[in-house]
C-alpha cells in the first residue's frame, strides 16, 4: 500500500511547531486489523515563539512560520492524507482562534481536523509523543507523563501504552513575562493576577520581583502540582489551588506510585539540567520556565525517575504525538456507497451503544439518531462491544433502518456508525435497507473506542478510511 503523509501542527502558549511523518497501512498479525505502522518523520520544524499582537494570535506572522514550514517540507500542500493542528494553553484562549484555524486548512488542506483548548487531548498526545515507548518497555507500570509548557501542564497515566486519565491544570512557564535577563514584569496572565493577589504579592505590569517573590510563586506550582499527583483534594479544593485547576485527575490506584515523566518546554530544561547542560541565563526566554524546571527538579514527589526513565521529543512531545498517533485506519470493509461524501469533518459523537450479547433497543438507536439529525452536518454513533454474531449484527442494523425512517433523518446530513468489528458492510446494507433509504450513511469498523466527543473521516485511500478522534473525555 501507498505511504500516508500526516501533518501535526501545534500552536502553543509559548513556543509553535510542525511535523510531517509517513505512515503505511499494515495488518497487524495478532488481531487481524489494519493499522498504521513503520511511521518516519520526514520534516520537523524548529521551535519558534507563537506570536501575539494586541492579546491576539498575530495571523500574519503565523501564516508567514506555516509558509517557510510547508516550504522546508518540500511537501504540496493538499497531498496530507490527514493530521491535526492543535491550539493549546492560553493561546487556545485568543479572540480569533477560529481565524487561526481556518488560515491552517487553506493552506494545508481539508485533511485537518482543527482543535483549540482540549485538555484530555492534549494530555493524550503528549503521553503518545514521549513515554510511549518507555510504557511499552515496562507494560506493567503505571507511567504517568506531565507536560509542562507555557500556558497548562497537561497529565496522562497509562499502562501499557494506553492512556487511562487525564487531567490539567493552569500552571506553567508563561503566565509571568519578563523582560530577559531580569524579573521585570511586561505581561500577567489573568491566572497570574488571581495569584499575585492570593499569594499578597503587591506586583503589577512595569514592576521588578523579588528572588523571595520569584521563589513563592515556583513553590506555588511546585505544590500544585505535587497535589495534583498526589490527589491531595484537601489542598485542591481550597484557594489558591483550585482556581488553577483546569480539569480533575483522578489516579487509578492509591496504592500505586506511577513512574513520573515530563515533556513540554520545561520538562525540557529539567532534562537538559538532568544531563549536565549549561544552566541557561536569568528569564532567558522572558518568562519563568527556567526557575519552575530548578524547583521541579528539587521536589522529591516530582523527581524520582528522572534520572532512571527519561522520555522522547521533550518540547515536541504534543506535535510528535498529534502527527504520528492522531490518526487511525479502518478496516477495508466499511459501508461507504459514495466515496466522494468523505472527508467529514467534526461530527459530534452523539451516543456510545453497547452490543454484547444482544444489539442496542430500538428505543436506544432511535434516540441516539434523534441527536445525530440535530447536528449541522449529521452525527456520529459509537458502537462498544465484542459481539459479531451475525443476529446481533443483524439486529443492530435493522433498528438503526427502523429509526432512520421514524425520525426521517435528513438527506443532507450525515449518519456515521463506528463499530469495533469487521462487519461494516454488514450493518451498512440492512441499516440502508439494502440502499433503499434515502440517507448518507456510512458504517466505518475495525475502531477501538477513544471516548472521544468529536470524529472526522479522511478521504478513502487504498480501501481504508482515515479517522482522528478529538475531544477526549
Not at 258 to 265: D, E, H, K, N, Q
Request: proline letters at 5%; a negative charge.
Amino acid at each position: 500500500m501507498d505511504q500516508f503523509l500526516l501533518i501535526g501542527l501545534d500552536f502553543g502558549t509559548t513556543t509553535s511547531s510542525a511535523i510531517i511523518s509517513q505512515a503505511q497501512v499494515l495488518r497487524n498479525c495478532s488481531t487481524g486489523r489494519f493499522e498504521l505502522g513503520r511511521r518516519s518523520v520526514v520534516y520537523r520544524s524548529m521551535l519558534t515563539f507563537t506570536p501575539f499582537a494586541n492579546n491576539l494570535i498575530d495571523e500574519q506572522i503565523l501564516a508567514g512560520h506555516l509558509d517557510r514550514w510547508l516550504r522546508e517540507s518540500g511537501v504540496t500542500p493538499g497531498t496530507f492524507t490527514s493530521g491535526g493542528v492543535i491550539i493549546t494553553g492560553l493561546a487556545a484562549q485568543k479572540a480569533n482562534v477560529a481565524a487561526i484555524e481556518a488560515l491552517v486548512k487553506q493552506r494545508v488542506g481539508d485533511a485537518l481536523f482543527a482543535v483549540a483548548e482540549d485538555p484530555c487531548l492534549e494530555s493524550w498526545l503528549a503521553f503518545m509523543g514521549s513515554c510511549l515507548a518507555l510504557s511499552w518497555a515496562e507494560p506493567e507500570a503505571h507511567f504517568l507523563n506531565l507536560d509542562i509548557g507555557g500556558g497548562t501542564t497537561n497529565l496522562a497515566i497509562g499502562i501499557n501504552g494506553e492512556v487511562l486519565r487525564c487531567g490539567g491544570l493552569f500552571a506553567g512557564a508563561r503566565h509571568f513575562q519578563f523582560v530577559p535577563g531580569t524579573y521585570r514584569i511586561t505581561a500577567l496572565s489573568s491566572y497570574a493576577v488571581r495569584l499575585l493577589k492570593d499569594l499578597d504579592i503587591d506586583r503589577s505590569i512595569g514592576d521588578t520581583f523579588s528572588q523571595d517573590e520569584v521563589r513563592n510563586i515556583v513553590d506555588f506550582y511546585a505544590a500544585l502540582i505535587e497535589a495534583t499527583v498526589c490527589a491531595d483534594r484537601s489542598l485542591l479544593n481550597q484557594d489558591p489551588f483550585r482556581y488553577h485547576e483546569q480539569m480533575p485527575f483522578v489516579p487509578l490506584r492509591d496504592d500505586v506510585s506511577p513512574v513520573i515523566t515530563l515533556s513540554g518546554g520545561v520538562g525540557e530544561l529539567v532534562y537538559n539540567h538532568i544531563r549536565g547542560g549549561p544552566p541557561p541565563p536569568t528569564t532567558a526566554f522572558g518568562d519563568l520556565g527556567i526557575d519552575l524546571a530548578r524547583r521541579l527538579i528539587q521536589s522529591p514527589v516530582l523527581s524520582q525517575h528522572l534520572r532512571t526513565h527519561v522520555p522522547m521529543n521533550f518540547g515536541h512531545a504534543t506535535v510528535y504525538g498529534l502527527s504520528l498517533h492522531g490518526t487511525e485506519v479502518s478496516g477495508t470493509t466499511p459501508y461507504l456507497p459514495d466515496p466522494g461524501v468523505l472527508p467529514l469533518r467534526d461530527l459530534p459523537i452523539v451516543a456510545r451503544l453497547r452490543m454484547d450479547a444482544s444489539a442496542p433497543s430500538v428505543e436506544a438507536v432511535e434516540q441516539a439518531v434523534r441527536m445525530a439529525a440535530r447536528g449541522m452536518r449529521g452525527g456520529c454513533i459509537e458502537i462498544d462491544g465484542a459481539s459479531a454474531d451475525f443476529g446481533t449484527v443483524k439486529k443492530l442494523g435493522t433498528n438503526l433502518a427502523a429509526a432512520l425512517r421514524k425520525t426521517e433523518f435528513p438527506a443532507d446530513r450525515s449518519m456515521v456508525l463506528l463499530v469495533p468489528q469487521n462487519v461494516g458492510k454488514t450493518v451498512g446494507s440492512y441499516a440502508s435497507d439494502w440502499g433503499r433509504l434515502p440517507v448518507k450513511l456510512i458504517v466505518i469498523d475495525e475502531l477501538s473506542s477513544r471516548n472521544s466527543r468529536f470524529v472526522s473521516l479522511g478521504a478513502m485511500r487504498d480501501n481504508v478510511v482515515p479517522v482522528s478522534f478529538y475531544g477526549m473525555q
